[in-house]
Protein backbone atom coordinates (compact mmCIF):
# COMPACT_ATOMS: atom_id res chain seq x y z
CA UNK A 1 0.00 0.00 0.00
CA UNK A 2 2.47 2.59 1.02
CA UNK A 3 4.63 1.77 -2.69
CA UNK A 4 0.75 2.49 -4.28
CA UNK A 5 0.74 6.06 -2.47
CA UNK A 6 4.15 6.87 -2.76
CA UNK A 7 3.81 5.99 -6.73
CA UNK A 8 0.41 8.09 -6.85
CA UNK A 9 2.47 11.18 -5.05
CA UNK A 10 5.62 11.08 -7.24
CA UNK A 11 2.77 11.74 -10.48
CA UNK A 12 1.73 15.56 -8.56
CA UNK A 13 5.53 16.39 -9.27
CA UNK A 14 5.59 15.01 -12.80
CA UNK A 15 2.80 17.07 -13.96
CA UNK A 16 3.40 20.17 -12.13
CA UNK A 17 5.85 20.38 -14.72
CA UNK A 18 3.33 19.93 -17.40
CA UNK A 19 0.46 17.85 -18.90
CA UNK A 20 1.94 14.46 -20.08
CA UNK A 21 0.30 11.56 -21.28
CA UNK A 22 -0.54 7.71 -19.97
CA UNK A 23 3.24 6.58 -21.43
CA UNK A 24 5.39 9.32 -19.90
CA UNK A 25 4.01 8.64 -16.55
CA UNK A 26 4.66 5.30 -16.71
CA UNK A 27 7.81 5.95 -18.08
CA UNK A 28 8.84 8.01 -15.08
CA UNK A 29 7.36 5.69 -12.96
CA UNK A 30 9.02 2.85 -14.38
CA UNK A 31 5.80 1.02 -14.22
CA UNK A 32 3.56 -0.47 -16.65
CA UNK A 33 1.06 0.94 -18.17
CA UNK A 34 -1.85 -0.39 -16.85
CA UNK A 35 -0.19 0.62 -13.17
CA UNK A 36 0.08 4.25 -14.33
CA UNK A 37 -3.53 4.14 -15.83
CA UNK A 38 -4.77 3.09 -12.40
CA UNK A 39 -3.20 5.63 -10.17
CA UNK A 40 -4.19 8.36 -12.54
CA UNK A 41 -7.94 7.13 -12.48
CA UNK A 42 -7.45 7.07 -8.47
CA UNK A 43 -6.02 10.57 -8.78
CA UNK A 44 -8.65 11.48 -11.41
CA UNK A 45 -11.98 10.11 -8.67
CA UNK A 46 -10.63 12.86 -6.22
CA UNK A 47 -9.93 15.44 -8.63
CA UNK A 48 -6.14 15.80 -7.85
CA UNK A 49 -5.84 15.16 -11.52
CA UNK A 50 -7.91 15.80 -14.84
CA UNK A 51 -7.46 14.52 -18.03
CA UNK A 52 -7.69 16.92 -21.04
CA UNK A 53 -8.99 15.89 -24.16
CA UNK A 54 -5.71 15.64 -26.11
CA UNK A 55 -5.85 12.29 -23.53
CA UNK A 56 -2.99 14.07 -21.48
CA UNK A 57 -3.54 14.73 -17.32
CA UNK A 58 -2.72 18.00 -15.69
CA UNK A 59 -3.08 19.12 -12.49
CA UNK A 60 -6.85 19.07 -10.78
CA UNK A 61 -8.57 21.73 -9.61
CA UNK A 62 -9.21 20.27 -6.51
CA UNK A 63 -5.58 20.02 -5.48
CA UNK A 64 -5.37 23.42 -6.15
CA UNK A 65 -8.56 24.30 -3.69
CA UNK A 66 -6.84 22.34 -1.21
CA UNK A 67 -3.38 24.07 -1.38
CA UNK A 68 -5.61 27.75 -0.88
CA UNK A 69 -7.78 26.60 1.61
CA UNK A 70 -4.72 25.03 3.61
CA UNK A 71 -2.70 28.39 3.31
CA UNK A 72 -5.50 30.18 4.21
CA UNK A 73 -5.90 28.55 7.41
CA UNK A 74 -1.99 28.77 8.52
CA UNK A 75 -1.54 30.66 11.26
CA UNK A 76 1.98 32.63 11.18
CA UNK A 77 1.56 33.63 14.84
CA UNK A 78 1.23 29.76 16.10
CA UNK A 79 3.87 28.11 14.32
CA UNK A 80 6.49 30.80 15.41
CA UNK A 81 5.57 31.54 18.40
CA UNK A 82 8.02 28.38 19.76
CA UNK A 83 10.60 30.34 17.71
CA UNK A 84 9.94 33.47 19.51
CA UNK A 85 10.07 31.93 22.82
CA UNK A 86 13.67 30.58 22.15
CA UNK A 87 15.10 33.65 20.60
CA UNK A 88 13.94 35.12 23.37
CA UNK A 89 15.78 32.90 25.72
CA UNK A 90 19.03 32.87 23.74
CA UNK A 91 19.23 36.68 23.80
CA UNK A 92 17.37 38.33 26.76
CA UNK A 93 15.34 41.07 24.81
CA UNK A 94 12.14 41.94 23.82
CA UNK A 95 10.60 40.04 20.29
CA UNK A 96 7.95 40.85 18.33
CA UNK A 97 6.18 39.24 15.60
CA UNK A 98 4.44 41.61 12.78
CA UNK A 99 2.30 41.29 10.03
CA UNK A 100 1.40 43.57 7.64
CA UNK A 101 -2.68 43.97 7.02
CA UNK A 102 -5.30 46.53 5.89
CA UNK A 103 -2.13 49.31 4.77
CA UNK A 104 -0.57 48.91 8.78
CA UNK A 105 1.87 47.07 10.21
CA UNK A 106 0.67 45.26 12.75
CA UNK A 107 2.12 43.44 16.00
CA UNK A 108 0.48 39.80 16.58
CA UNK A 109 2.93 38.33 19.12
CA UNK A 110 5.33 39.44 21.28
CA UNK A 111 8.07 38.29 24.10
CA UNK A 112 8.79 40.71 26.87
CA UNK A 113 12.70 41.40 28.14
CA UNK A 114 13.69 39.58 31.12
CA UNK A 115 16.11 42.42 31.37
CA UNK A 116 14.42 45.09 34.37
CA UNK A 117 14.65 47.71 31.65
CA UNK A 118 11.81 46.87 29.83
CA UNK A 119 9.65 48.38 26.47
CA UNK A 120 6.27 48.67 26.08
CA UNK A 121 4.35 47.84 23.48
CA UNK A 122 1.30 45.59 23.00
CA UNK A 123 -0.35 43.46 20.66
CA UNK A 124 -2.50 44.30 18.28
CA UNK A 125 -0.98 47.75 18.37
CA UNK A 126 0.50 49.30 15.02
CA UNK A 127 3.71 50.39 14.65
CA UNK A 128 5.26 53.71 13.39
CA UNK A 129 5.33 52.54 9.80
CA UNK A 130 8.08 54.72 8.55
CA UNK A 131 10.76 53.67 11.10
CA UNK A 132 10.20 50.33 12.33
CA UNK A 133 12.30 47.37 11.40
CA UNK A 134 9.57 45.25 11.09
CA UNK A 135 7.81 47.50 8.67
CA UNK A 136 10.60 47.64 6.18
CA UNK A 137 10.60 44.17 6.11
CA UNK A 138 6.81 43.83 5.33
CA UNK A 139 6.45 46.76 2.67
CA UNK A 140 10.01 46.08 1.16
CA UNK A 141 8.44 43.14 -0.32
CA UNK A 142 5.47 45.02 -1.90
CA UNK A 143 5.64 45.03 -5.72
CA UNK A 144 7.39 48.27 -6.69
CA UNK A 145 4.43 50.38 -8.10
CA UNK A 146 2.65 49.40 -4.89
CA UNK A 147 5.53 50.04 -2.81
CA UNK A 148 6.14 53.32 -4.54
CA UNK A 149 2.08 54.79 -4.30
CA UNK A 150 2.08 53.31 -0.11
CA UNK A 151 5.34 55.54 0.09
CA UNK A 152 3.84 58.74 -1.38
CA UNK A 153 1.27 58.87 0.54
CA UNK A 154 2.52 58.26 3.83
CA UNK A 155 3.85 60.95 5.91
CA UNK A 156 6.84 61.40 7.82
CA UNK A 157 7.06 62.32 11.29
CA UNK A 158 10.60 63.48 12.64
CA UNK A 159 10.02 61.44 15.27
CA UNK A 160 14.22 62.02 15.92
CA UNK A 161 17.02 63.23 13.40
CA UNK A 162 17.38 59.65 12.68
CA UNK A 163 13.49 59.31 11.40
CA UNK A 164 12.99 58.82 7.42
CA UNK A 165 12.54 61.92 6.55
CA UNK A 166 10.37 61.43 2.84
CA UNK A 167 9.33 59.02 0.43
CA UNK A 168 12.54 59.35 -1.50
CA UNK A 169 14.67 58.57 1.57
CA UNK A 170 11.96 55.72 2.57
CA UNK A 171 12.05 53.58 -0.95
CA UNK A 172 15.58 54.35 -1.02
CA UNK A 173 15.60 52.12 2.51
CA UNK A 174 13.45 49.78 1.29
CA UNK A 175 15.54 48.86 -1.48
CA UNK A 176 18.42 47.89 0.21
CA UNK A 177 16.53 46.49 2.54
CA UNK A 178 14.98 44.36 -0.08
CA UNK A 179 18.05 43.50 -1.38
CA UNK A 180 19.88 42.51 1.94
CA UNK A 181 16.92 40.91 3.41
CA UNK A 182 17.34 42.27 6.79
CA UNK A 183 16.26 45.94 8.62
CA UNK A 184 17.28 48.07 11.46
CA UNK A 185 15.57 50.73 13.26
CA UNK A 186 18.12 52.41 15.34
CA UNK A 187 17.06 55.49 17.06
CA UNK A 188 14.24 56.09 14.04
CA UNK A 189 11.39 56.17 16.45
CA UNK A 190 13.01 56.41 20.21
CA UNK A 191 16.66 57.59 20.39
CA UNK A 192 17.08 55.26 23.12
CA UNK A 193 15.45 51.88 21.21
CA UNK A 194 17.24 50.17 18.80
CA UNK A 195 15.80 47.29 16.55
CA UNK A 196 16.94 44.06 14.42
CA UNK A 197 14.88 42.16 12.42
CA UNK A 198 14.32 39.36 9.40
CA UNK A 199 11.52 38.45 7.13
CA UNK A 200 9.16 35.24 7.54
CA UNK A 201 8.69 34.10 3.69
CA UNK A 202 5.77 31.54 2.65
CA UNK A 203 6.06 28.74 0.42
CA UNK A 204 6.17 31.48 -2.65
CA UNK A 205 9.03 33.22 -1.59
CA UNK A 206 6.73 36.55 -0.16
CA UNK A 207 7.06 37.64 2.91
CA UNK A 208 4.02 36.84 5.60
CA UNK A 209 5.48 38.40 8.65
CA UNK A 210 8.80 39.72 10.21
CA UNK A 211 10.01 39.04 13.37
CA UNK A 212 12.72 41.25 15.34
CA UNK A 213 14.67 41.58 18.57
CA UNK A 214 14.56 44.70 20.28
CA UNK A 215 16.44 46.57 23.26
CA UNK A 216 17.08 50.00 24.85
CA UNK A 217 20.54 51.22 24.70
CA UNK A 218 20.70 51.30 28.50
CA UNK A 219 20.68 47.12 28.34
CA UNK A 220 22.67 46.50 25.13
CA UNK A 221 24.21 49.08 22.66
CA UNK A 222 23.32 48.90 18.96
CA UNK A 223 26.36 47.60 17.85
CA UNK A 224 26.06 44.98 20.08
CA UNK A 225 22.29 44.83 18.90
CA UNK A 226 23.54 43.84 15.76
CA UNK A 227 25.28 40.96 16.46
CA UNK A 228 22.51 39.66 16.97
CA UNK A 229 21.87 39.54 13.79
CA UNK A 230 22.80 35.84 12.25
CA UNK A 231 20.58 34.66 15.01
CA UNK A 232 17.41 36.63 14.29
CA UNK A 233 18.08 35.83 10.89
CA UNK A 234 18.59 31.78 11.57
CA UNK A 235 14.82 32.42 13.24
CA UNK A 236 13.42 33.66 10.96
CA UNK A 237 14.49 31.91 8.26
CA UNK A 238 13.30 28.21 10.63
CA UNK A 239 10.46 30.01 11.53
CA UNK A 240 10.08 30.39 7.51
CA UNK A 241 10.97 26.51 6.59
CA UNK A 242 8.14 25.23 9.02
CA UNK A 243 5.46 27.64 7.92
CA UNK A 244 6.36 27.01 4.26
CA UNK A 245 6.12 22.59 4.90
CA UNK A 246 9.92 22.64 4.43
CA UNK A 247 10.85 21.63 7.86
CA UNK A 248 12.13 18.32 9.28
CA UNK A 249 9.46 15.94 10.99
CA UNK A 250 12.40 15.45 13.53
CA UNK A 251 12.99 19.39 13.68
CA UNK A 252 13.08 20.95 17.26
CA UNK A 253 12.64 24.62 17.41
CA UNK A 254 15.17 25.86 20.00
CA UNK A 255 17.98 23.37 18.81
CA UNK A 256 17.55 25.70 15.18
CA UNK A 257 19.07 28.91 17.22
CA UNK A 258 21.50 27.54 19.51
CA UNK A 259 23.94 27.01 16.87
CA UNK A 260 27.91 26.92 18.03
CA UNK A 261 29.22 30.47 17.62
CA UNK A 262 25.71 32.03 18.41
CA UNK A 263 26.98 35.93 19.97
CA UNK A 264 25.67 36.07 23.43
CA UNK A 265 24.99 39.73 24.97
CA UNK A 266 26.73 40.55 28.15
CA UNK A 267 24.17 40.88 30.81
CA UNK A 268 23.87 44.59 32.15
CA UNK A 269 21.03 43.72 34.34
CA UNK A 270 22.47 43.89 37.67
CA UNK A 271 22.65 47.13 38.88
CA UNK A 272 20.08 48.52 36.45
CA UNK A 273 17.01 50.34 38.15
CA UNK A 274 13.93 49.08 37.27
CA UNK A 275 12.23 51.25 34.30
CA UNK A 276 9.51 50.78 31.29
CA UNK A 277 10.63 52.81 28.12
CA UNK A 278 7.96 53.55 25.66
CA UNK A 279 7.62 51.93 22.60
CA UNK A 280 6.06 51.56 19.19
CA UNK A 281 8.84 50.65 16.83
CA UNK A 282 10.78 47.24 16.37
Not at 36 to 51: F, I, N, P, Q, W
Not at 243 to 263: F, L, N, R
Request: net charge negative; hydrophobic share 40%; with cysteine.
Amino acid sequence: MSQTVDRALSILPLLAEGPANLEQVATRLGVHKSTALRLLRTLHEHGMVYRQRDQRYRLGARLFALAQEAVENLDVREIAHPYLVALNERCGHTVHLAVYEENEVLYIDKVESRYPVRMYSRIGKPVAITVAAVAKLLLADLPEPERRALAERLTYPAYTPRSTPNAEAFLKELATVREQGWATDLGGHEESINCVGAPIRGADGRVVAACSVSAPNVVISAEELLALLPLVRRTAEEISREYSGDAPVSHAPHGAITAPGTPTPHDPSHGTPEKRAEETSS
